[in-house]
């Protein structure tokens, strides 16, 4: 069953081409991840298909009503968390859940159940200000304030940016709480780490659907072989590693860094000979899979060259 | 229905916790009042003046204690020569000499006719006017007194009256203007500002993103702020009547009626402006300039129309606030009923429904 | 180089807003040319005591040196050896990019010749020499964050405050970014840097982590994994930083 169907989408502002051939579908009750970094289309894919923008071109629908022509009857089956969680901060939390629901023509008490495990969290601050409530609670005040109408469709606009890595762990164990109760849900990210908590992900750039897949198969996709090096200077091996001659990428990941050599020609001894001259101590190489930020970056160069090649 | 409740009922949260804007959308009213009753004032008290009595008889004497008594006038100096004449007028406080020629009395008993002079400090010309007509109608006046015991041959001798505002009291003049300015201040610059804002925060794309109608969100806006405009007019209202004495002499409620209808072009004149802009600076500015500097200079509320030229007098014609003074001040001051102002009215209704419509129109449904 | 000791000095720093304690008795060093990461939910206090590291607020009591100044009196002092950049705000939108340098190199005193010569090398060096009289608001993201850190420390000051200054990124850019850090860093200039990437905590030489306006660990990354028995500083964070409740007095 296809809850959400995009077909070549399009849209422009002035110079800046948002949306370029955009077509995905998502299937009902899933959780579905648009990943990607700002610019990359995200927020005005979003805001089309819950009908506050219009396309230039292509079609779109939702829970088989258009974007277009339906909205009227698509704003009521959605549940809309936009960006920087509008709410409003000088309201207090329960007042801001009462309006919510009451502009969609419901009361609090009526769908609580729903979002009960969330709220609870927040609801001894219940008279405290939007204002003055804390990222991770304003995200689950915001969500909270998305689900109270029941909605059939959950879009999420970067829920998890700007939040302290604790809130974002808590929010995603929420969302696929949500998962049981039915709900489609569409989330876009900027952390890549969160794609592999999604059912599928699409990776999208300069308003550009890269891959879409489920997250095992994007990781499971990634053609080059991939390796950590680690040694005791991280600044001095990045800067030794350009100078490698086998070298095809070398960016920093954390404590190491991640190595693509250029061919199979490639061996770990001359690698490690080779940093052991320029002085490095504790040397480690070792071959690892892909985390889906490696496979996005991946296909962001691929993607460069095509454009270089074009132009 | 409950949904656009919800939506009233926040928008009065809104307005009640800004603290700040609460105290300047009723602290401005009463200190415009205040400033304008009791500071501003065009009326003569205590101008200082100096003598210079080359006669110094009788009658000399009595036109210079009526002039003095009369409340408008303070002695400054006594003057004895005319060579001081012009050191009094640099030293500043003295903004009128009077000169009694000599032999005053006398010419005037012989003759029929004697010469004063008075010489205003016309560097304020308003004031030189006003002083010298007031000190012409006090000397008007003695001579007029005296002429009862002499008979003389019929003339006309024009006698002036001030209708409507016999004493010229200033405060007659600003009540209606101060209302135009703040009803709409409030109306288009609030209004504006509050739409704009939801855009700015974001929580205006969650608004359209739901079953709410563009229509309920407008509307919801304007009912909150009808209530707040109209309890400010009844406040200058109030404070007109009982503390500066302005009267109502006309239909109260057709005067609340006719507020309200401003009340309502205000604010469709707000939510117009917020329809072309998505930051609150930009409306406040608009709000500023497009209305209020036009509302103080165009209205006629401070500068007479008839004075301008052409072309600007059209301009004025434009202006909502002209034709709701005139209301106000028919209503108030010459206590007339609908039928005198009902052309005015008219105007205003098709302001009101020509911006109401625009406004209708041009607020998106979309954020696009 | 005189002096060679701690180049930010923080004893028992607290700040209060009324009754609420946003900094709890702080005390922490960083030492010169170190990349320090300083870490925390929203609400624990982090921007709080940047701001008063920046000379932007003055601290209710404690002892506060930066750059060799004191916190309290010599706030001009501190500003002029400092550079700052956040992700809310860096280069002026509507001023192409050399515009921007000579602004910025302006307010910092450098001389206008000087100004000239190193923005053309800094503009060639960062590949932007096509788009040296664009506006900023017509570059992408990742090129305006670049060229805000350059700015921010185009005047060579001794430490550079970055908030959060790889927000919505793309992942390469981001390192680019933490590289142009680490060149930084190996010149002698001192980063004072916050972010929510856990990843990029592991590029710092020592990490903060604050919860509740306190700070509960200060550790070298390797030294923070070891000691609370995790994998990398995302789980680290999430085994000490668990506090919903409170509010937020920082913008």
Known sequence: MISIRAEHLYKNYGDVQALDDISFEVGKGELFGFIGPDGAGKTTLFRILTTLILMDKGQATVEGLDVVKDYRELRSILGYMPGRFSLYQDLTVEENLQFFASIFGTTIEENYELIRDIYVQIEPFKKRLAGKLSG???????????????????????????????????????????????????????????????????????????KIARPDQIIEDYRKKLYAVKTNNTYQLIQDLKQFPGTNTAFPFGQSVHFTPIDDSFKINNLSAFLSQRSHQNINVQKIKPSVEDCFMELMAKESVNKRQES | MKRFWAFVRKEFFHIFRDKQTLLILFGMPIAQMLIFGFVISNEIRDVGIAILDQSNDVATQQLTDKILSSGYFLLEDKLSNSDEIEEVFRRGKVKEVIVFEPQFEQNLVRTG????????????????????????????????????LIPKPMQIIPEVRMVYNEQLKGSFMFVPGIMALILMLISAM????????????????????????????????????????FTNAVTILLLGNFVFGVPIQGSVILLLLECILYIILALSLGILISSITDNQQVAMMISGFALMLPVILLSGFIFPIENMPIILQWVCQL???KWFIIIIKNIMLKGVGFGYVWKETLILIGMTILFLSISLKKFKIRLD | MVNRGPIIHVRNLVKKFDDFVANDNLSFDVNPGEIFGFLGANGAGKTTAIRILCGLS??????????????????????RNIGYMSQKFSLYEDLTVYENIRFYGGIYGIKYQEIKTLAEELIEKLGLTKYRNTLIESLPL???????????????PKIVFLDEPTSGVDPITRRQFWEMIYEAAHNGITVFVTTHYMDEAEYCDRVSIMVDGRIEALDTPAELVRIYQTENINNVFIKIARNPDRMTVEK
């Not at chain 2, 794309?205 to 806006?221: D, N, Y």
């Open chain 1, 136 to 210: 991770g609670m304003k995200q689950k005040l915001a969500l909270s304030c998305a689900l109270i109408h029941k909605p059939v469709v959950l879009v999420l606009d970067e829920p998890t940016t700007g939040v302290d890595a604790v809130s974002r762990t808590e929010f995603w164990d929420m969302l696929k709480k949500l998962k049981t109760d039915g709900i489609t849900i569409i989330v876009s990210t900027p952390y890549m780490d969160e794609a592999e908590l999604c059912d599928r992900v699409a990776l999208i750039q300069h308003g550009q659907i890269m």
């Open chain 2, 113 to 148: 006719k004697a010469n004063v002079q008075i010489i205003a400090d016309a560097s304020d010309a308003n004031l030189a006017n006003l002083i010298s007509a007031y000190t012409n109608g006090i000397i008007q006046d003695y001579v007029n007194q005296k002429n009862v």
């Open chain 2, 190 to 229: 609030m209004t504006s500002i509050s739409i704009v804002r939801e855009k700015e925060m974001g929580t205006m794309e969650i608004l359209l993103a739901s079953p709410l109608k563009p229509f309920q969100i407008i509307v919801g806006k304007v009912v909150s702020y009808i209530v707040l405009a």
């Open chain 2, 319 to 321: 202006m909502p606030a």
């Open chain 3, 58 to 79: 003055k601290p209710t009591s404690g002892e506060i040196k930066v750059a060799g100044f004191d916190a309290y009196n010599q706030v001009d002092s501190i500003k």
């Open chain 3, 142 to 156: 990742g090129w305006k964050q670049k060229l805000a850190f350059s700015v921010a420390i185009f005047h060579k």
